[in-house]
């Protein structure tokens, strides 16, 4: 064999083996492509953008936690806490809006939590009664909600103090005669702190979020696109060299 076939023989040689093994390397991208490229076609019949995720690892690979600590309120064997704007009974999402949760107190019938400018109130199941705003004569810039021994309600607002009557119906300033046991935020259990933290964060993250960025590659961070489109080049060589290859053979 001449040293000119030998030569050629080795770079064939070479080729083919290289294509073989980057066709090896890259089939498990190929792989999670087909798979994420189908379940993303599918989006709607697998309801990928309306599950959350769960997992503390993901959530917390993404970044998502709470922009504050929970502000929370024991009463009558409940909580009622508040996280970034968004109240919660007992760790289950409370259907209001809200900005900050200013207290929370039990009376006999109902339980009351305290916004700034509101009042609500809420079975013992955590069912929202009623929302009681200035229509209903509520003071704006509630700052505090407690009770006198009495068991009146007591507002503190930037205007001072007012009482209502047992039917929540009359406001009237209070000058605060006698002892006010106002509503003291406490730290909640690890149990309800755990819960608040999945529920809040779970919301923020949908399985389609973590496809699309496995498809992009985008889950590994910013830097993994480039790895992505170096796998695309491999492909685009893969499947020249491989025309090539299939060319030179059927001469």
């Not at 290289?18 to 090896?24: K, V």
């Not at 900050?100 to 109902?110: H, K, Q």
């Not at 021994?149 to 007591?154: A, C, I, K, R």
């Amino acid at each position: 064999m001449s040293h000119r076939k030998k030569h050629h023989k080795l770079r064939w040689r070479s080729v083919f083996l290289w294509h073989r093994y980057m066709g090896l390397c890259s089939a498990l991208f190929v792989v999670m492509l087909a798979m994420t490229g189908i379940m993303l076609n599918h989006t709607e019949a697998l309801k990928l953008d309306s599950r959350h995720i769960q997992s503390s690892t993901l959530l917390d690979w993404y970044g998502i936690k709470p922009a504050t600590a929970p502000h929370s309120y024991a009463v009558d064997e409940h909580w009622i806490s508040e996280l970034d704007g968004q109240l919660y009974f007992d760790g289950s999402p409370l259907a209001t809006d809200a900005t900050t949760l200013r207290g929370a107190i039990a009376l006999e019938e109902f339980l009351i939590a305290a916004l700034p400018n509101k009042l609500l109130l809420l079975t013992f199941d955590g069912e929202i009664i009623e929302q009681m705003g200035q229509v209903h004569g509520i003071p704006n810039g509630i700052q505090q909600i407690g009770i006198i021994n009495e068991g009146l309600l007591v507002l503190n607002t930037h205007h001072g103090h007012y009482k209502t009557d047992a039917e929540l119906l009359e406001w009237d300033k209070y000058s605060a005669e006698q002892t006010i046991e106002w509503a003291q935020p406490q730290p909640p259990s690890a149990e309800l702190l755990s819960t608040l933290l999945i529920t809040h964060r779970g919301n923020g993250l949908t399985l389609e979020r973590i496809i699309l960025d496995t498809h992009s590659g985008r889950i590994l961070g910013p830097w993994s696109v480039y790895l992505m489109d170096a796998v695309a080049i491999i492909f685009i060589f893969l499947a020249a060299a491989g025309i090539w290859i299939w060319a030179k053979r059927s001469h």
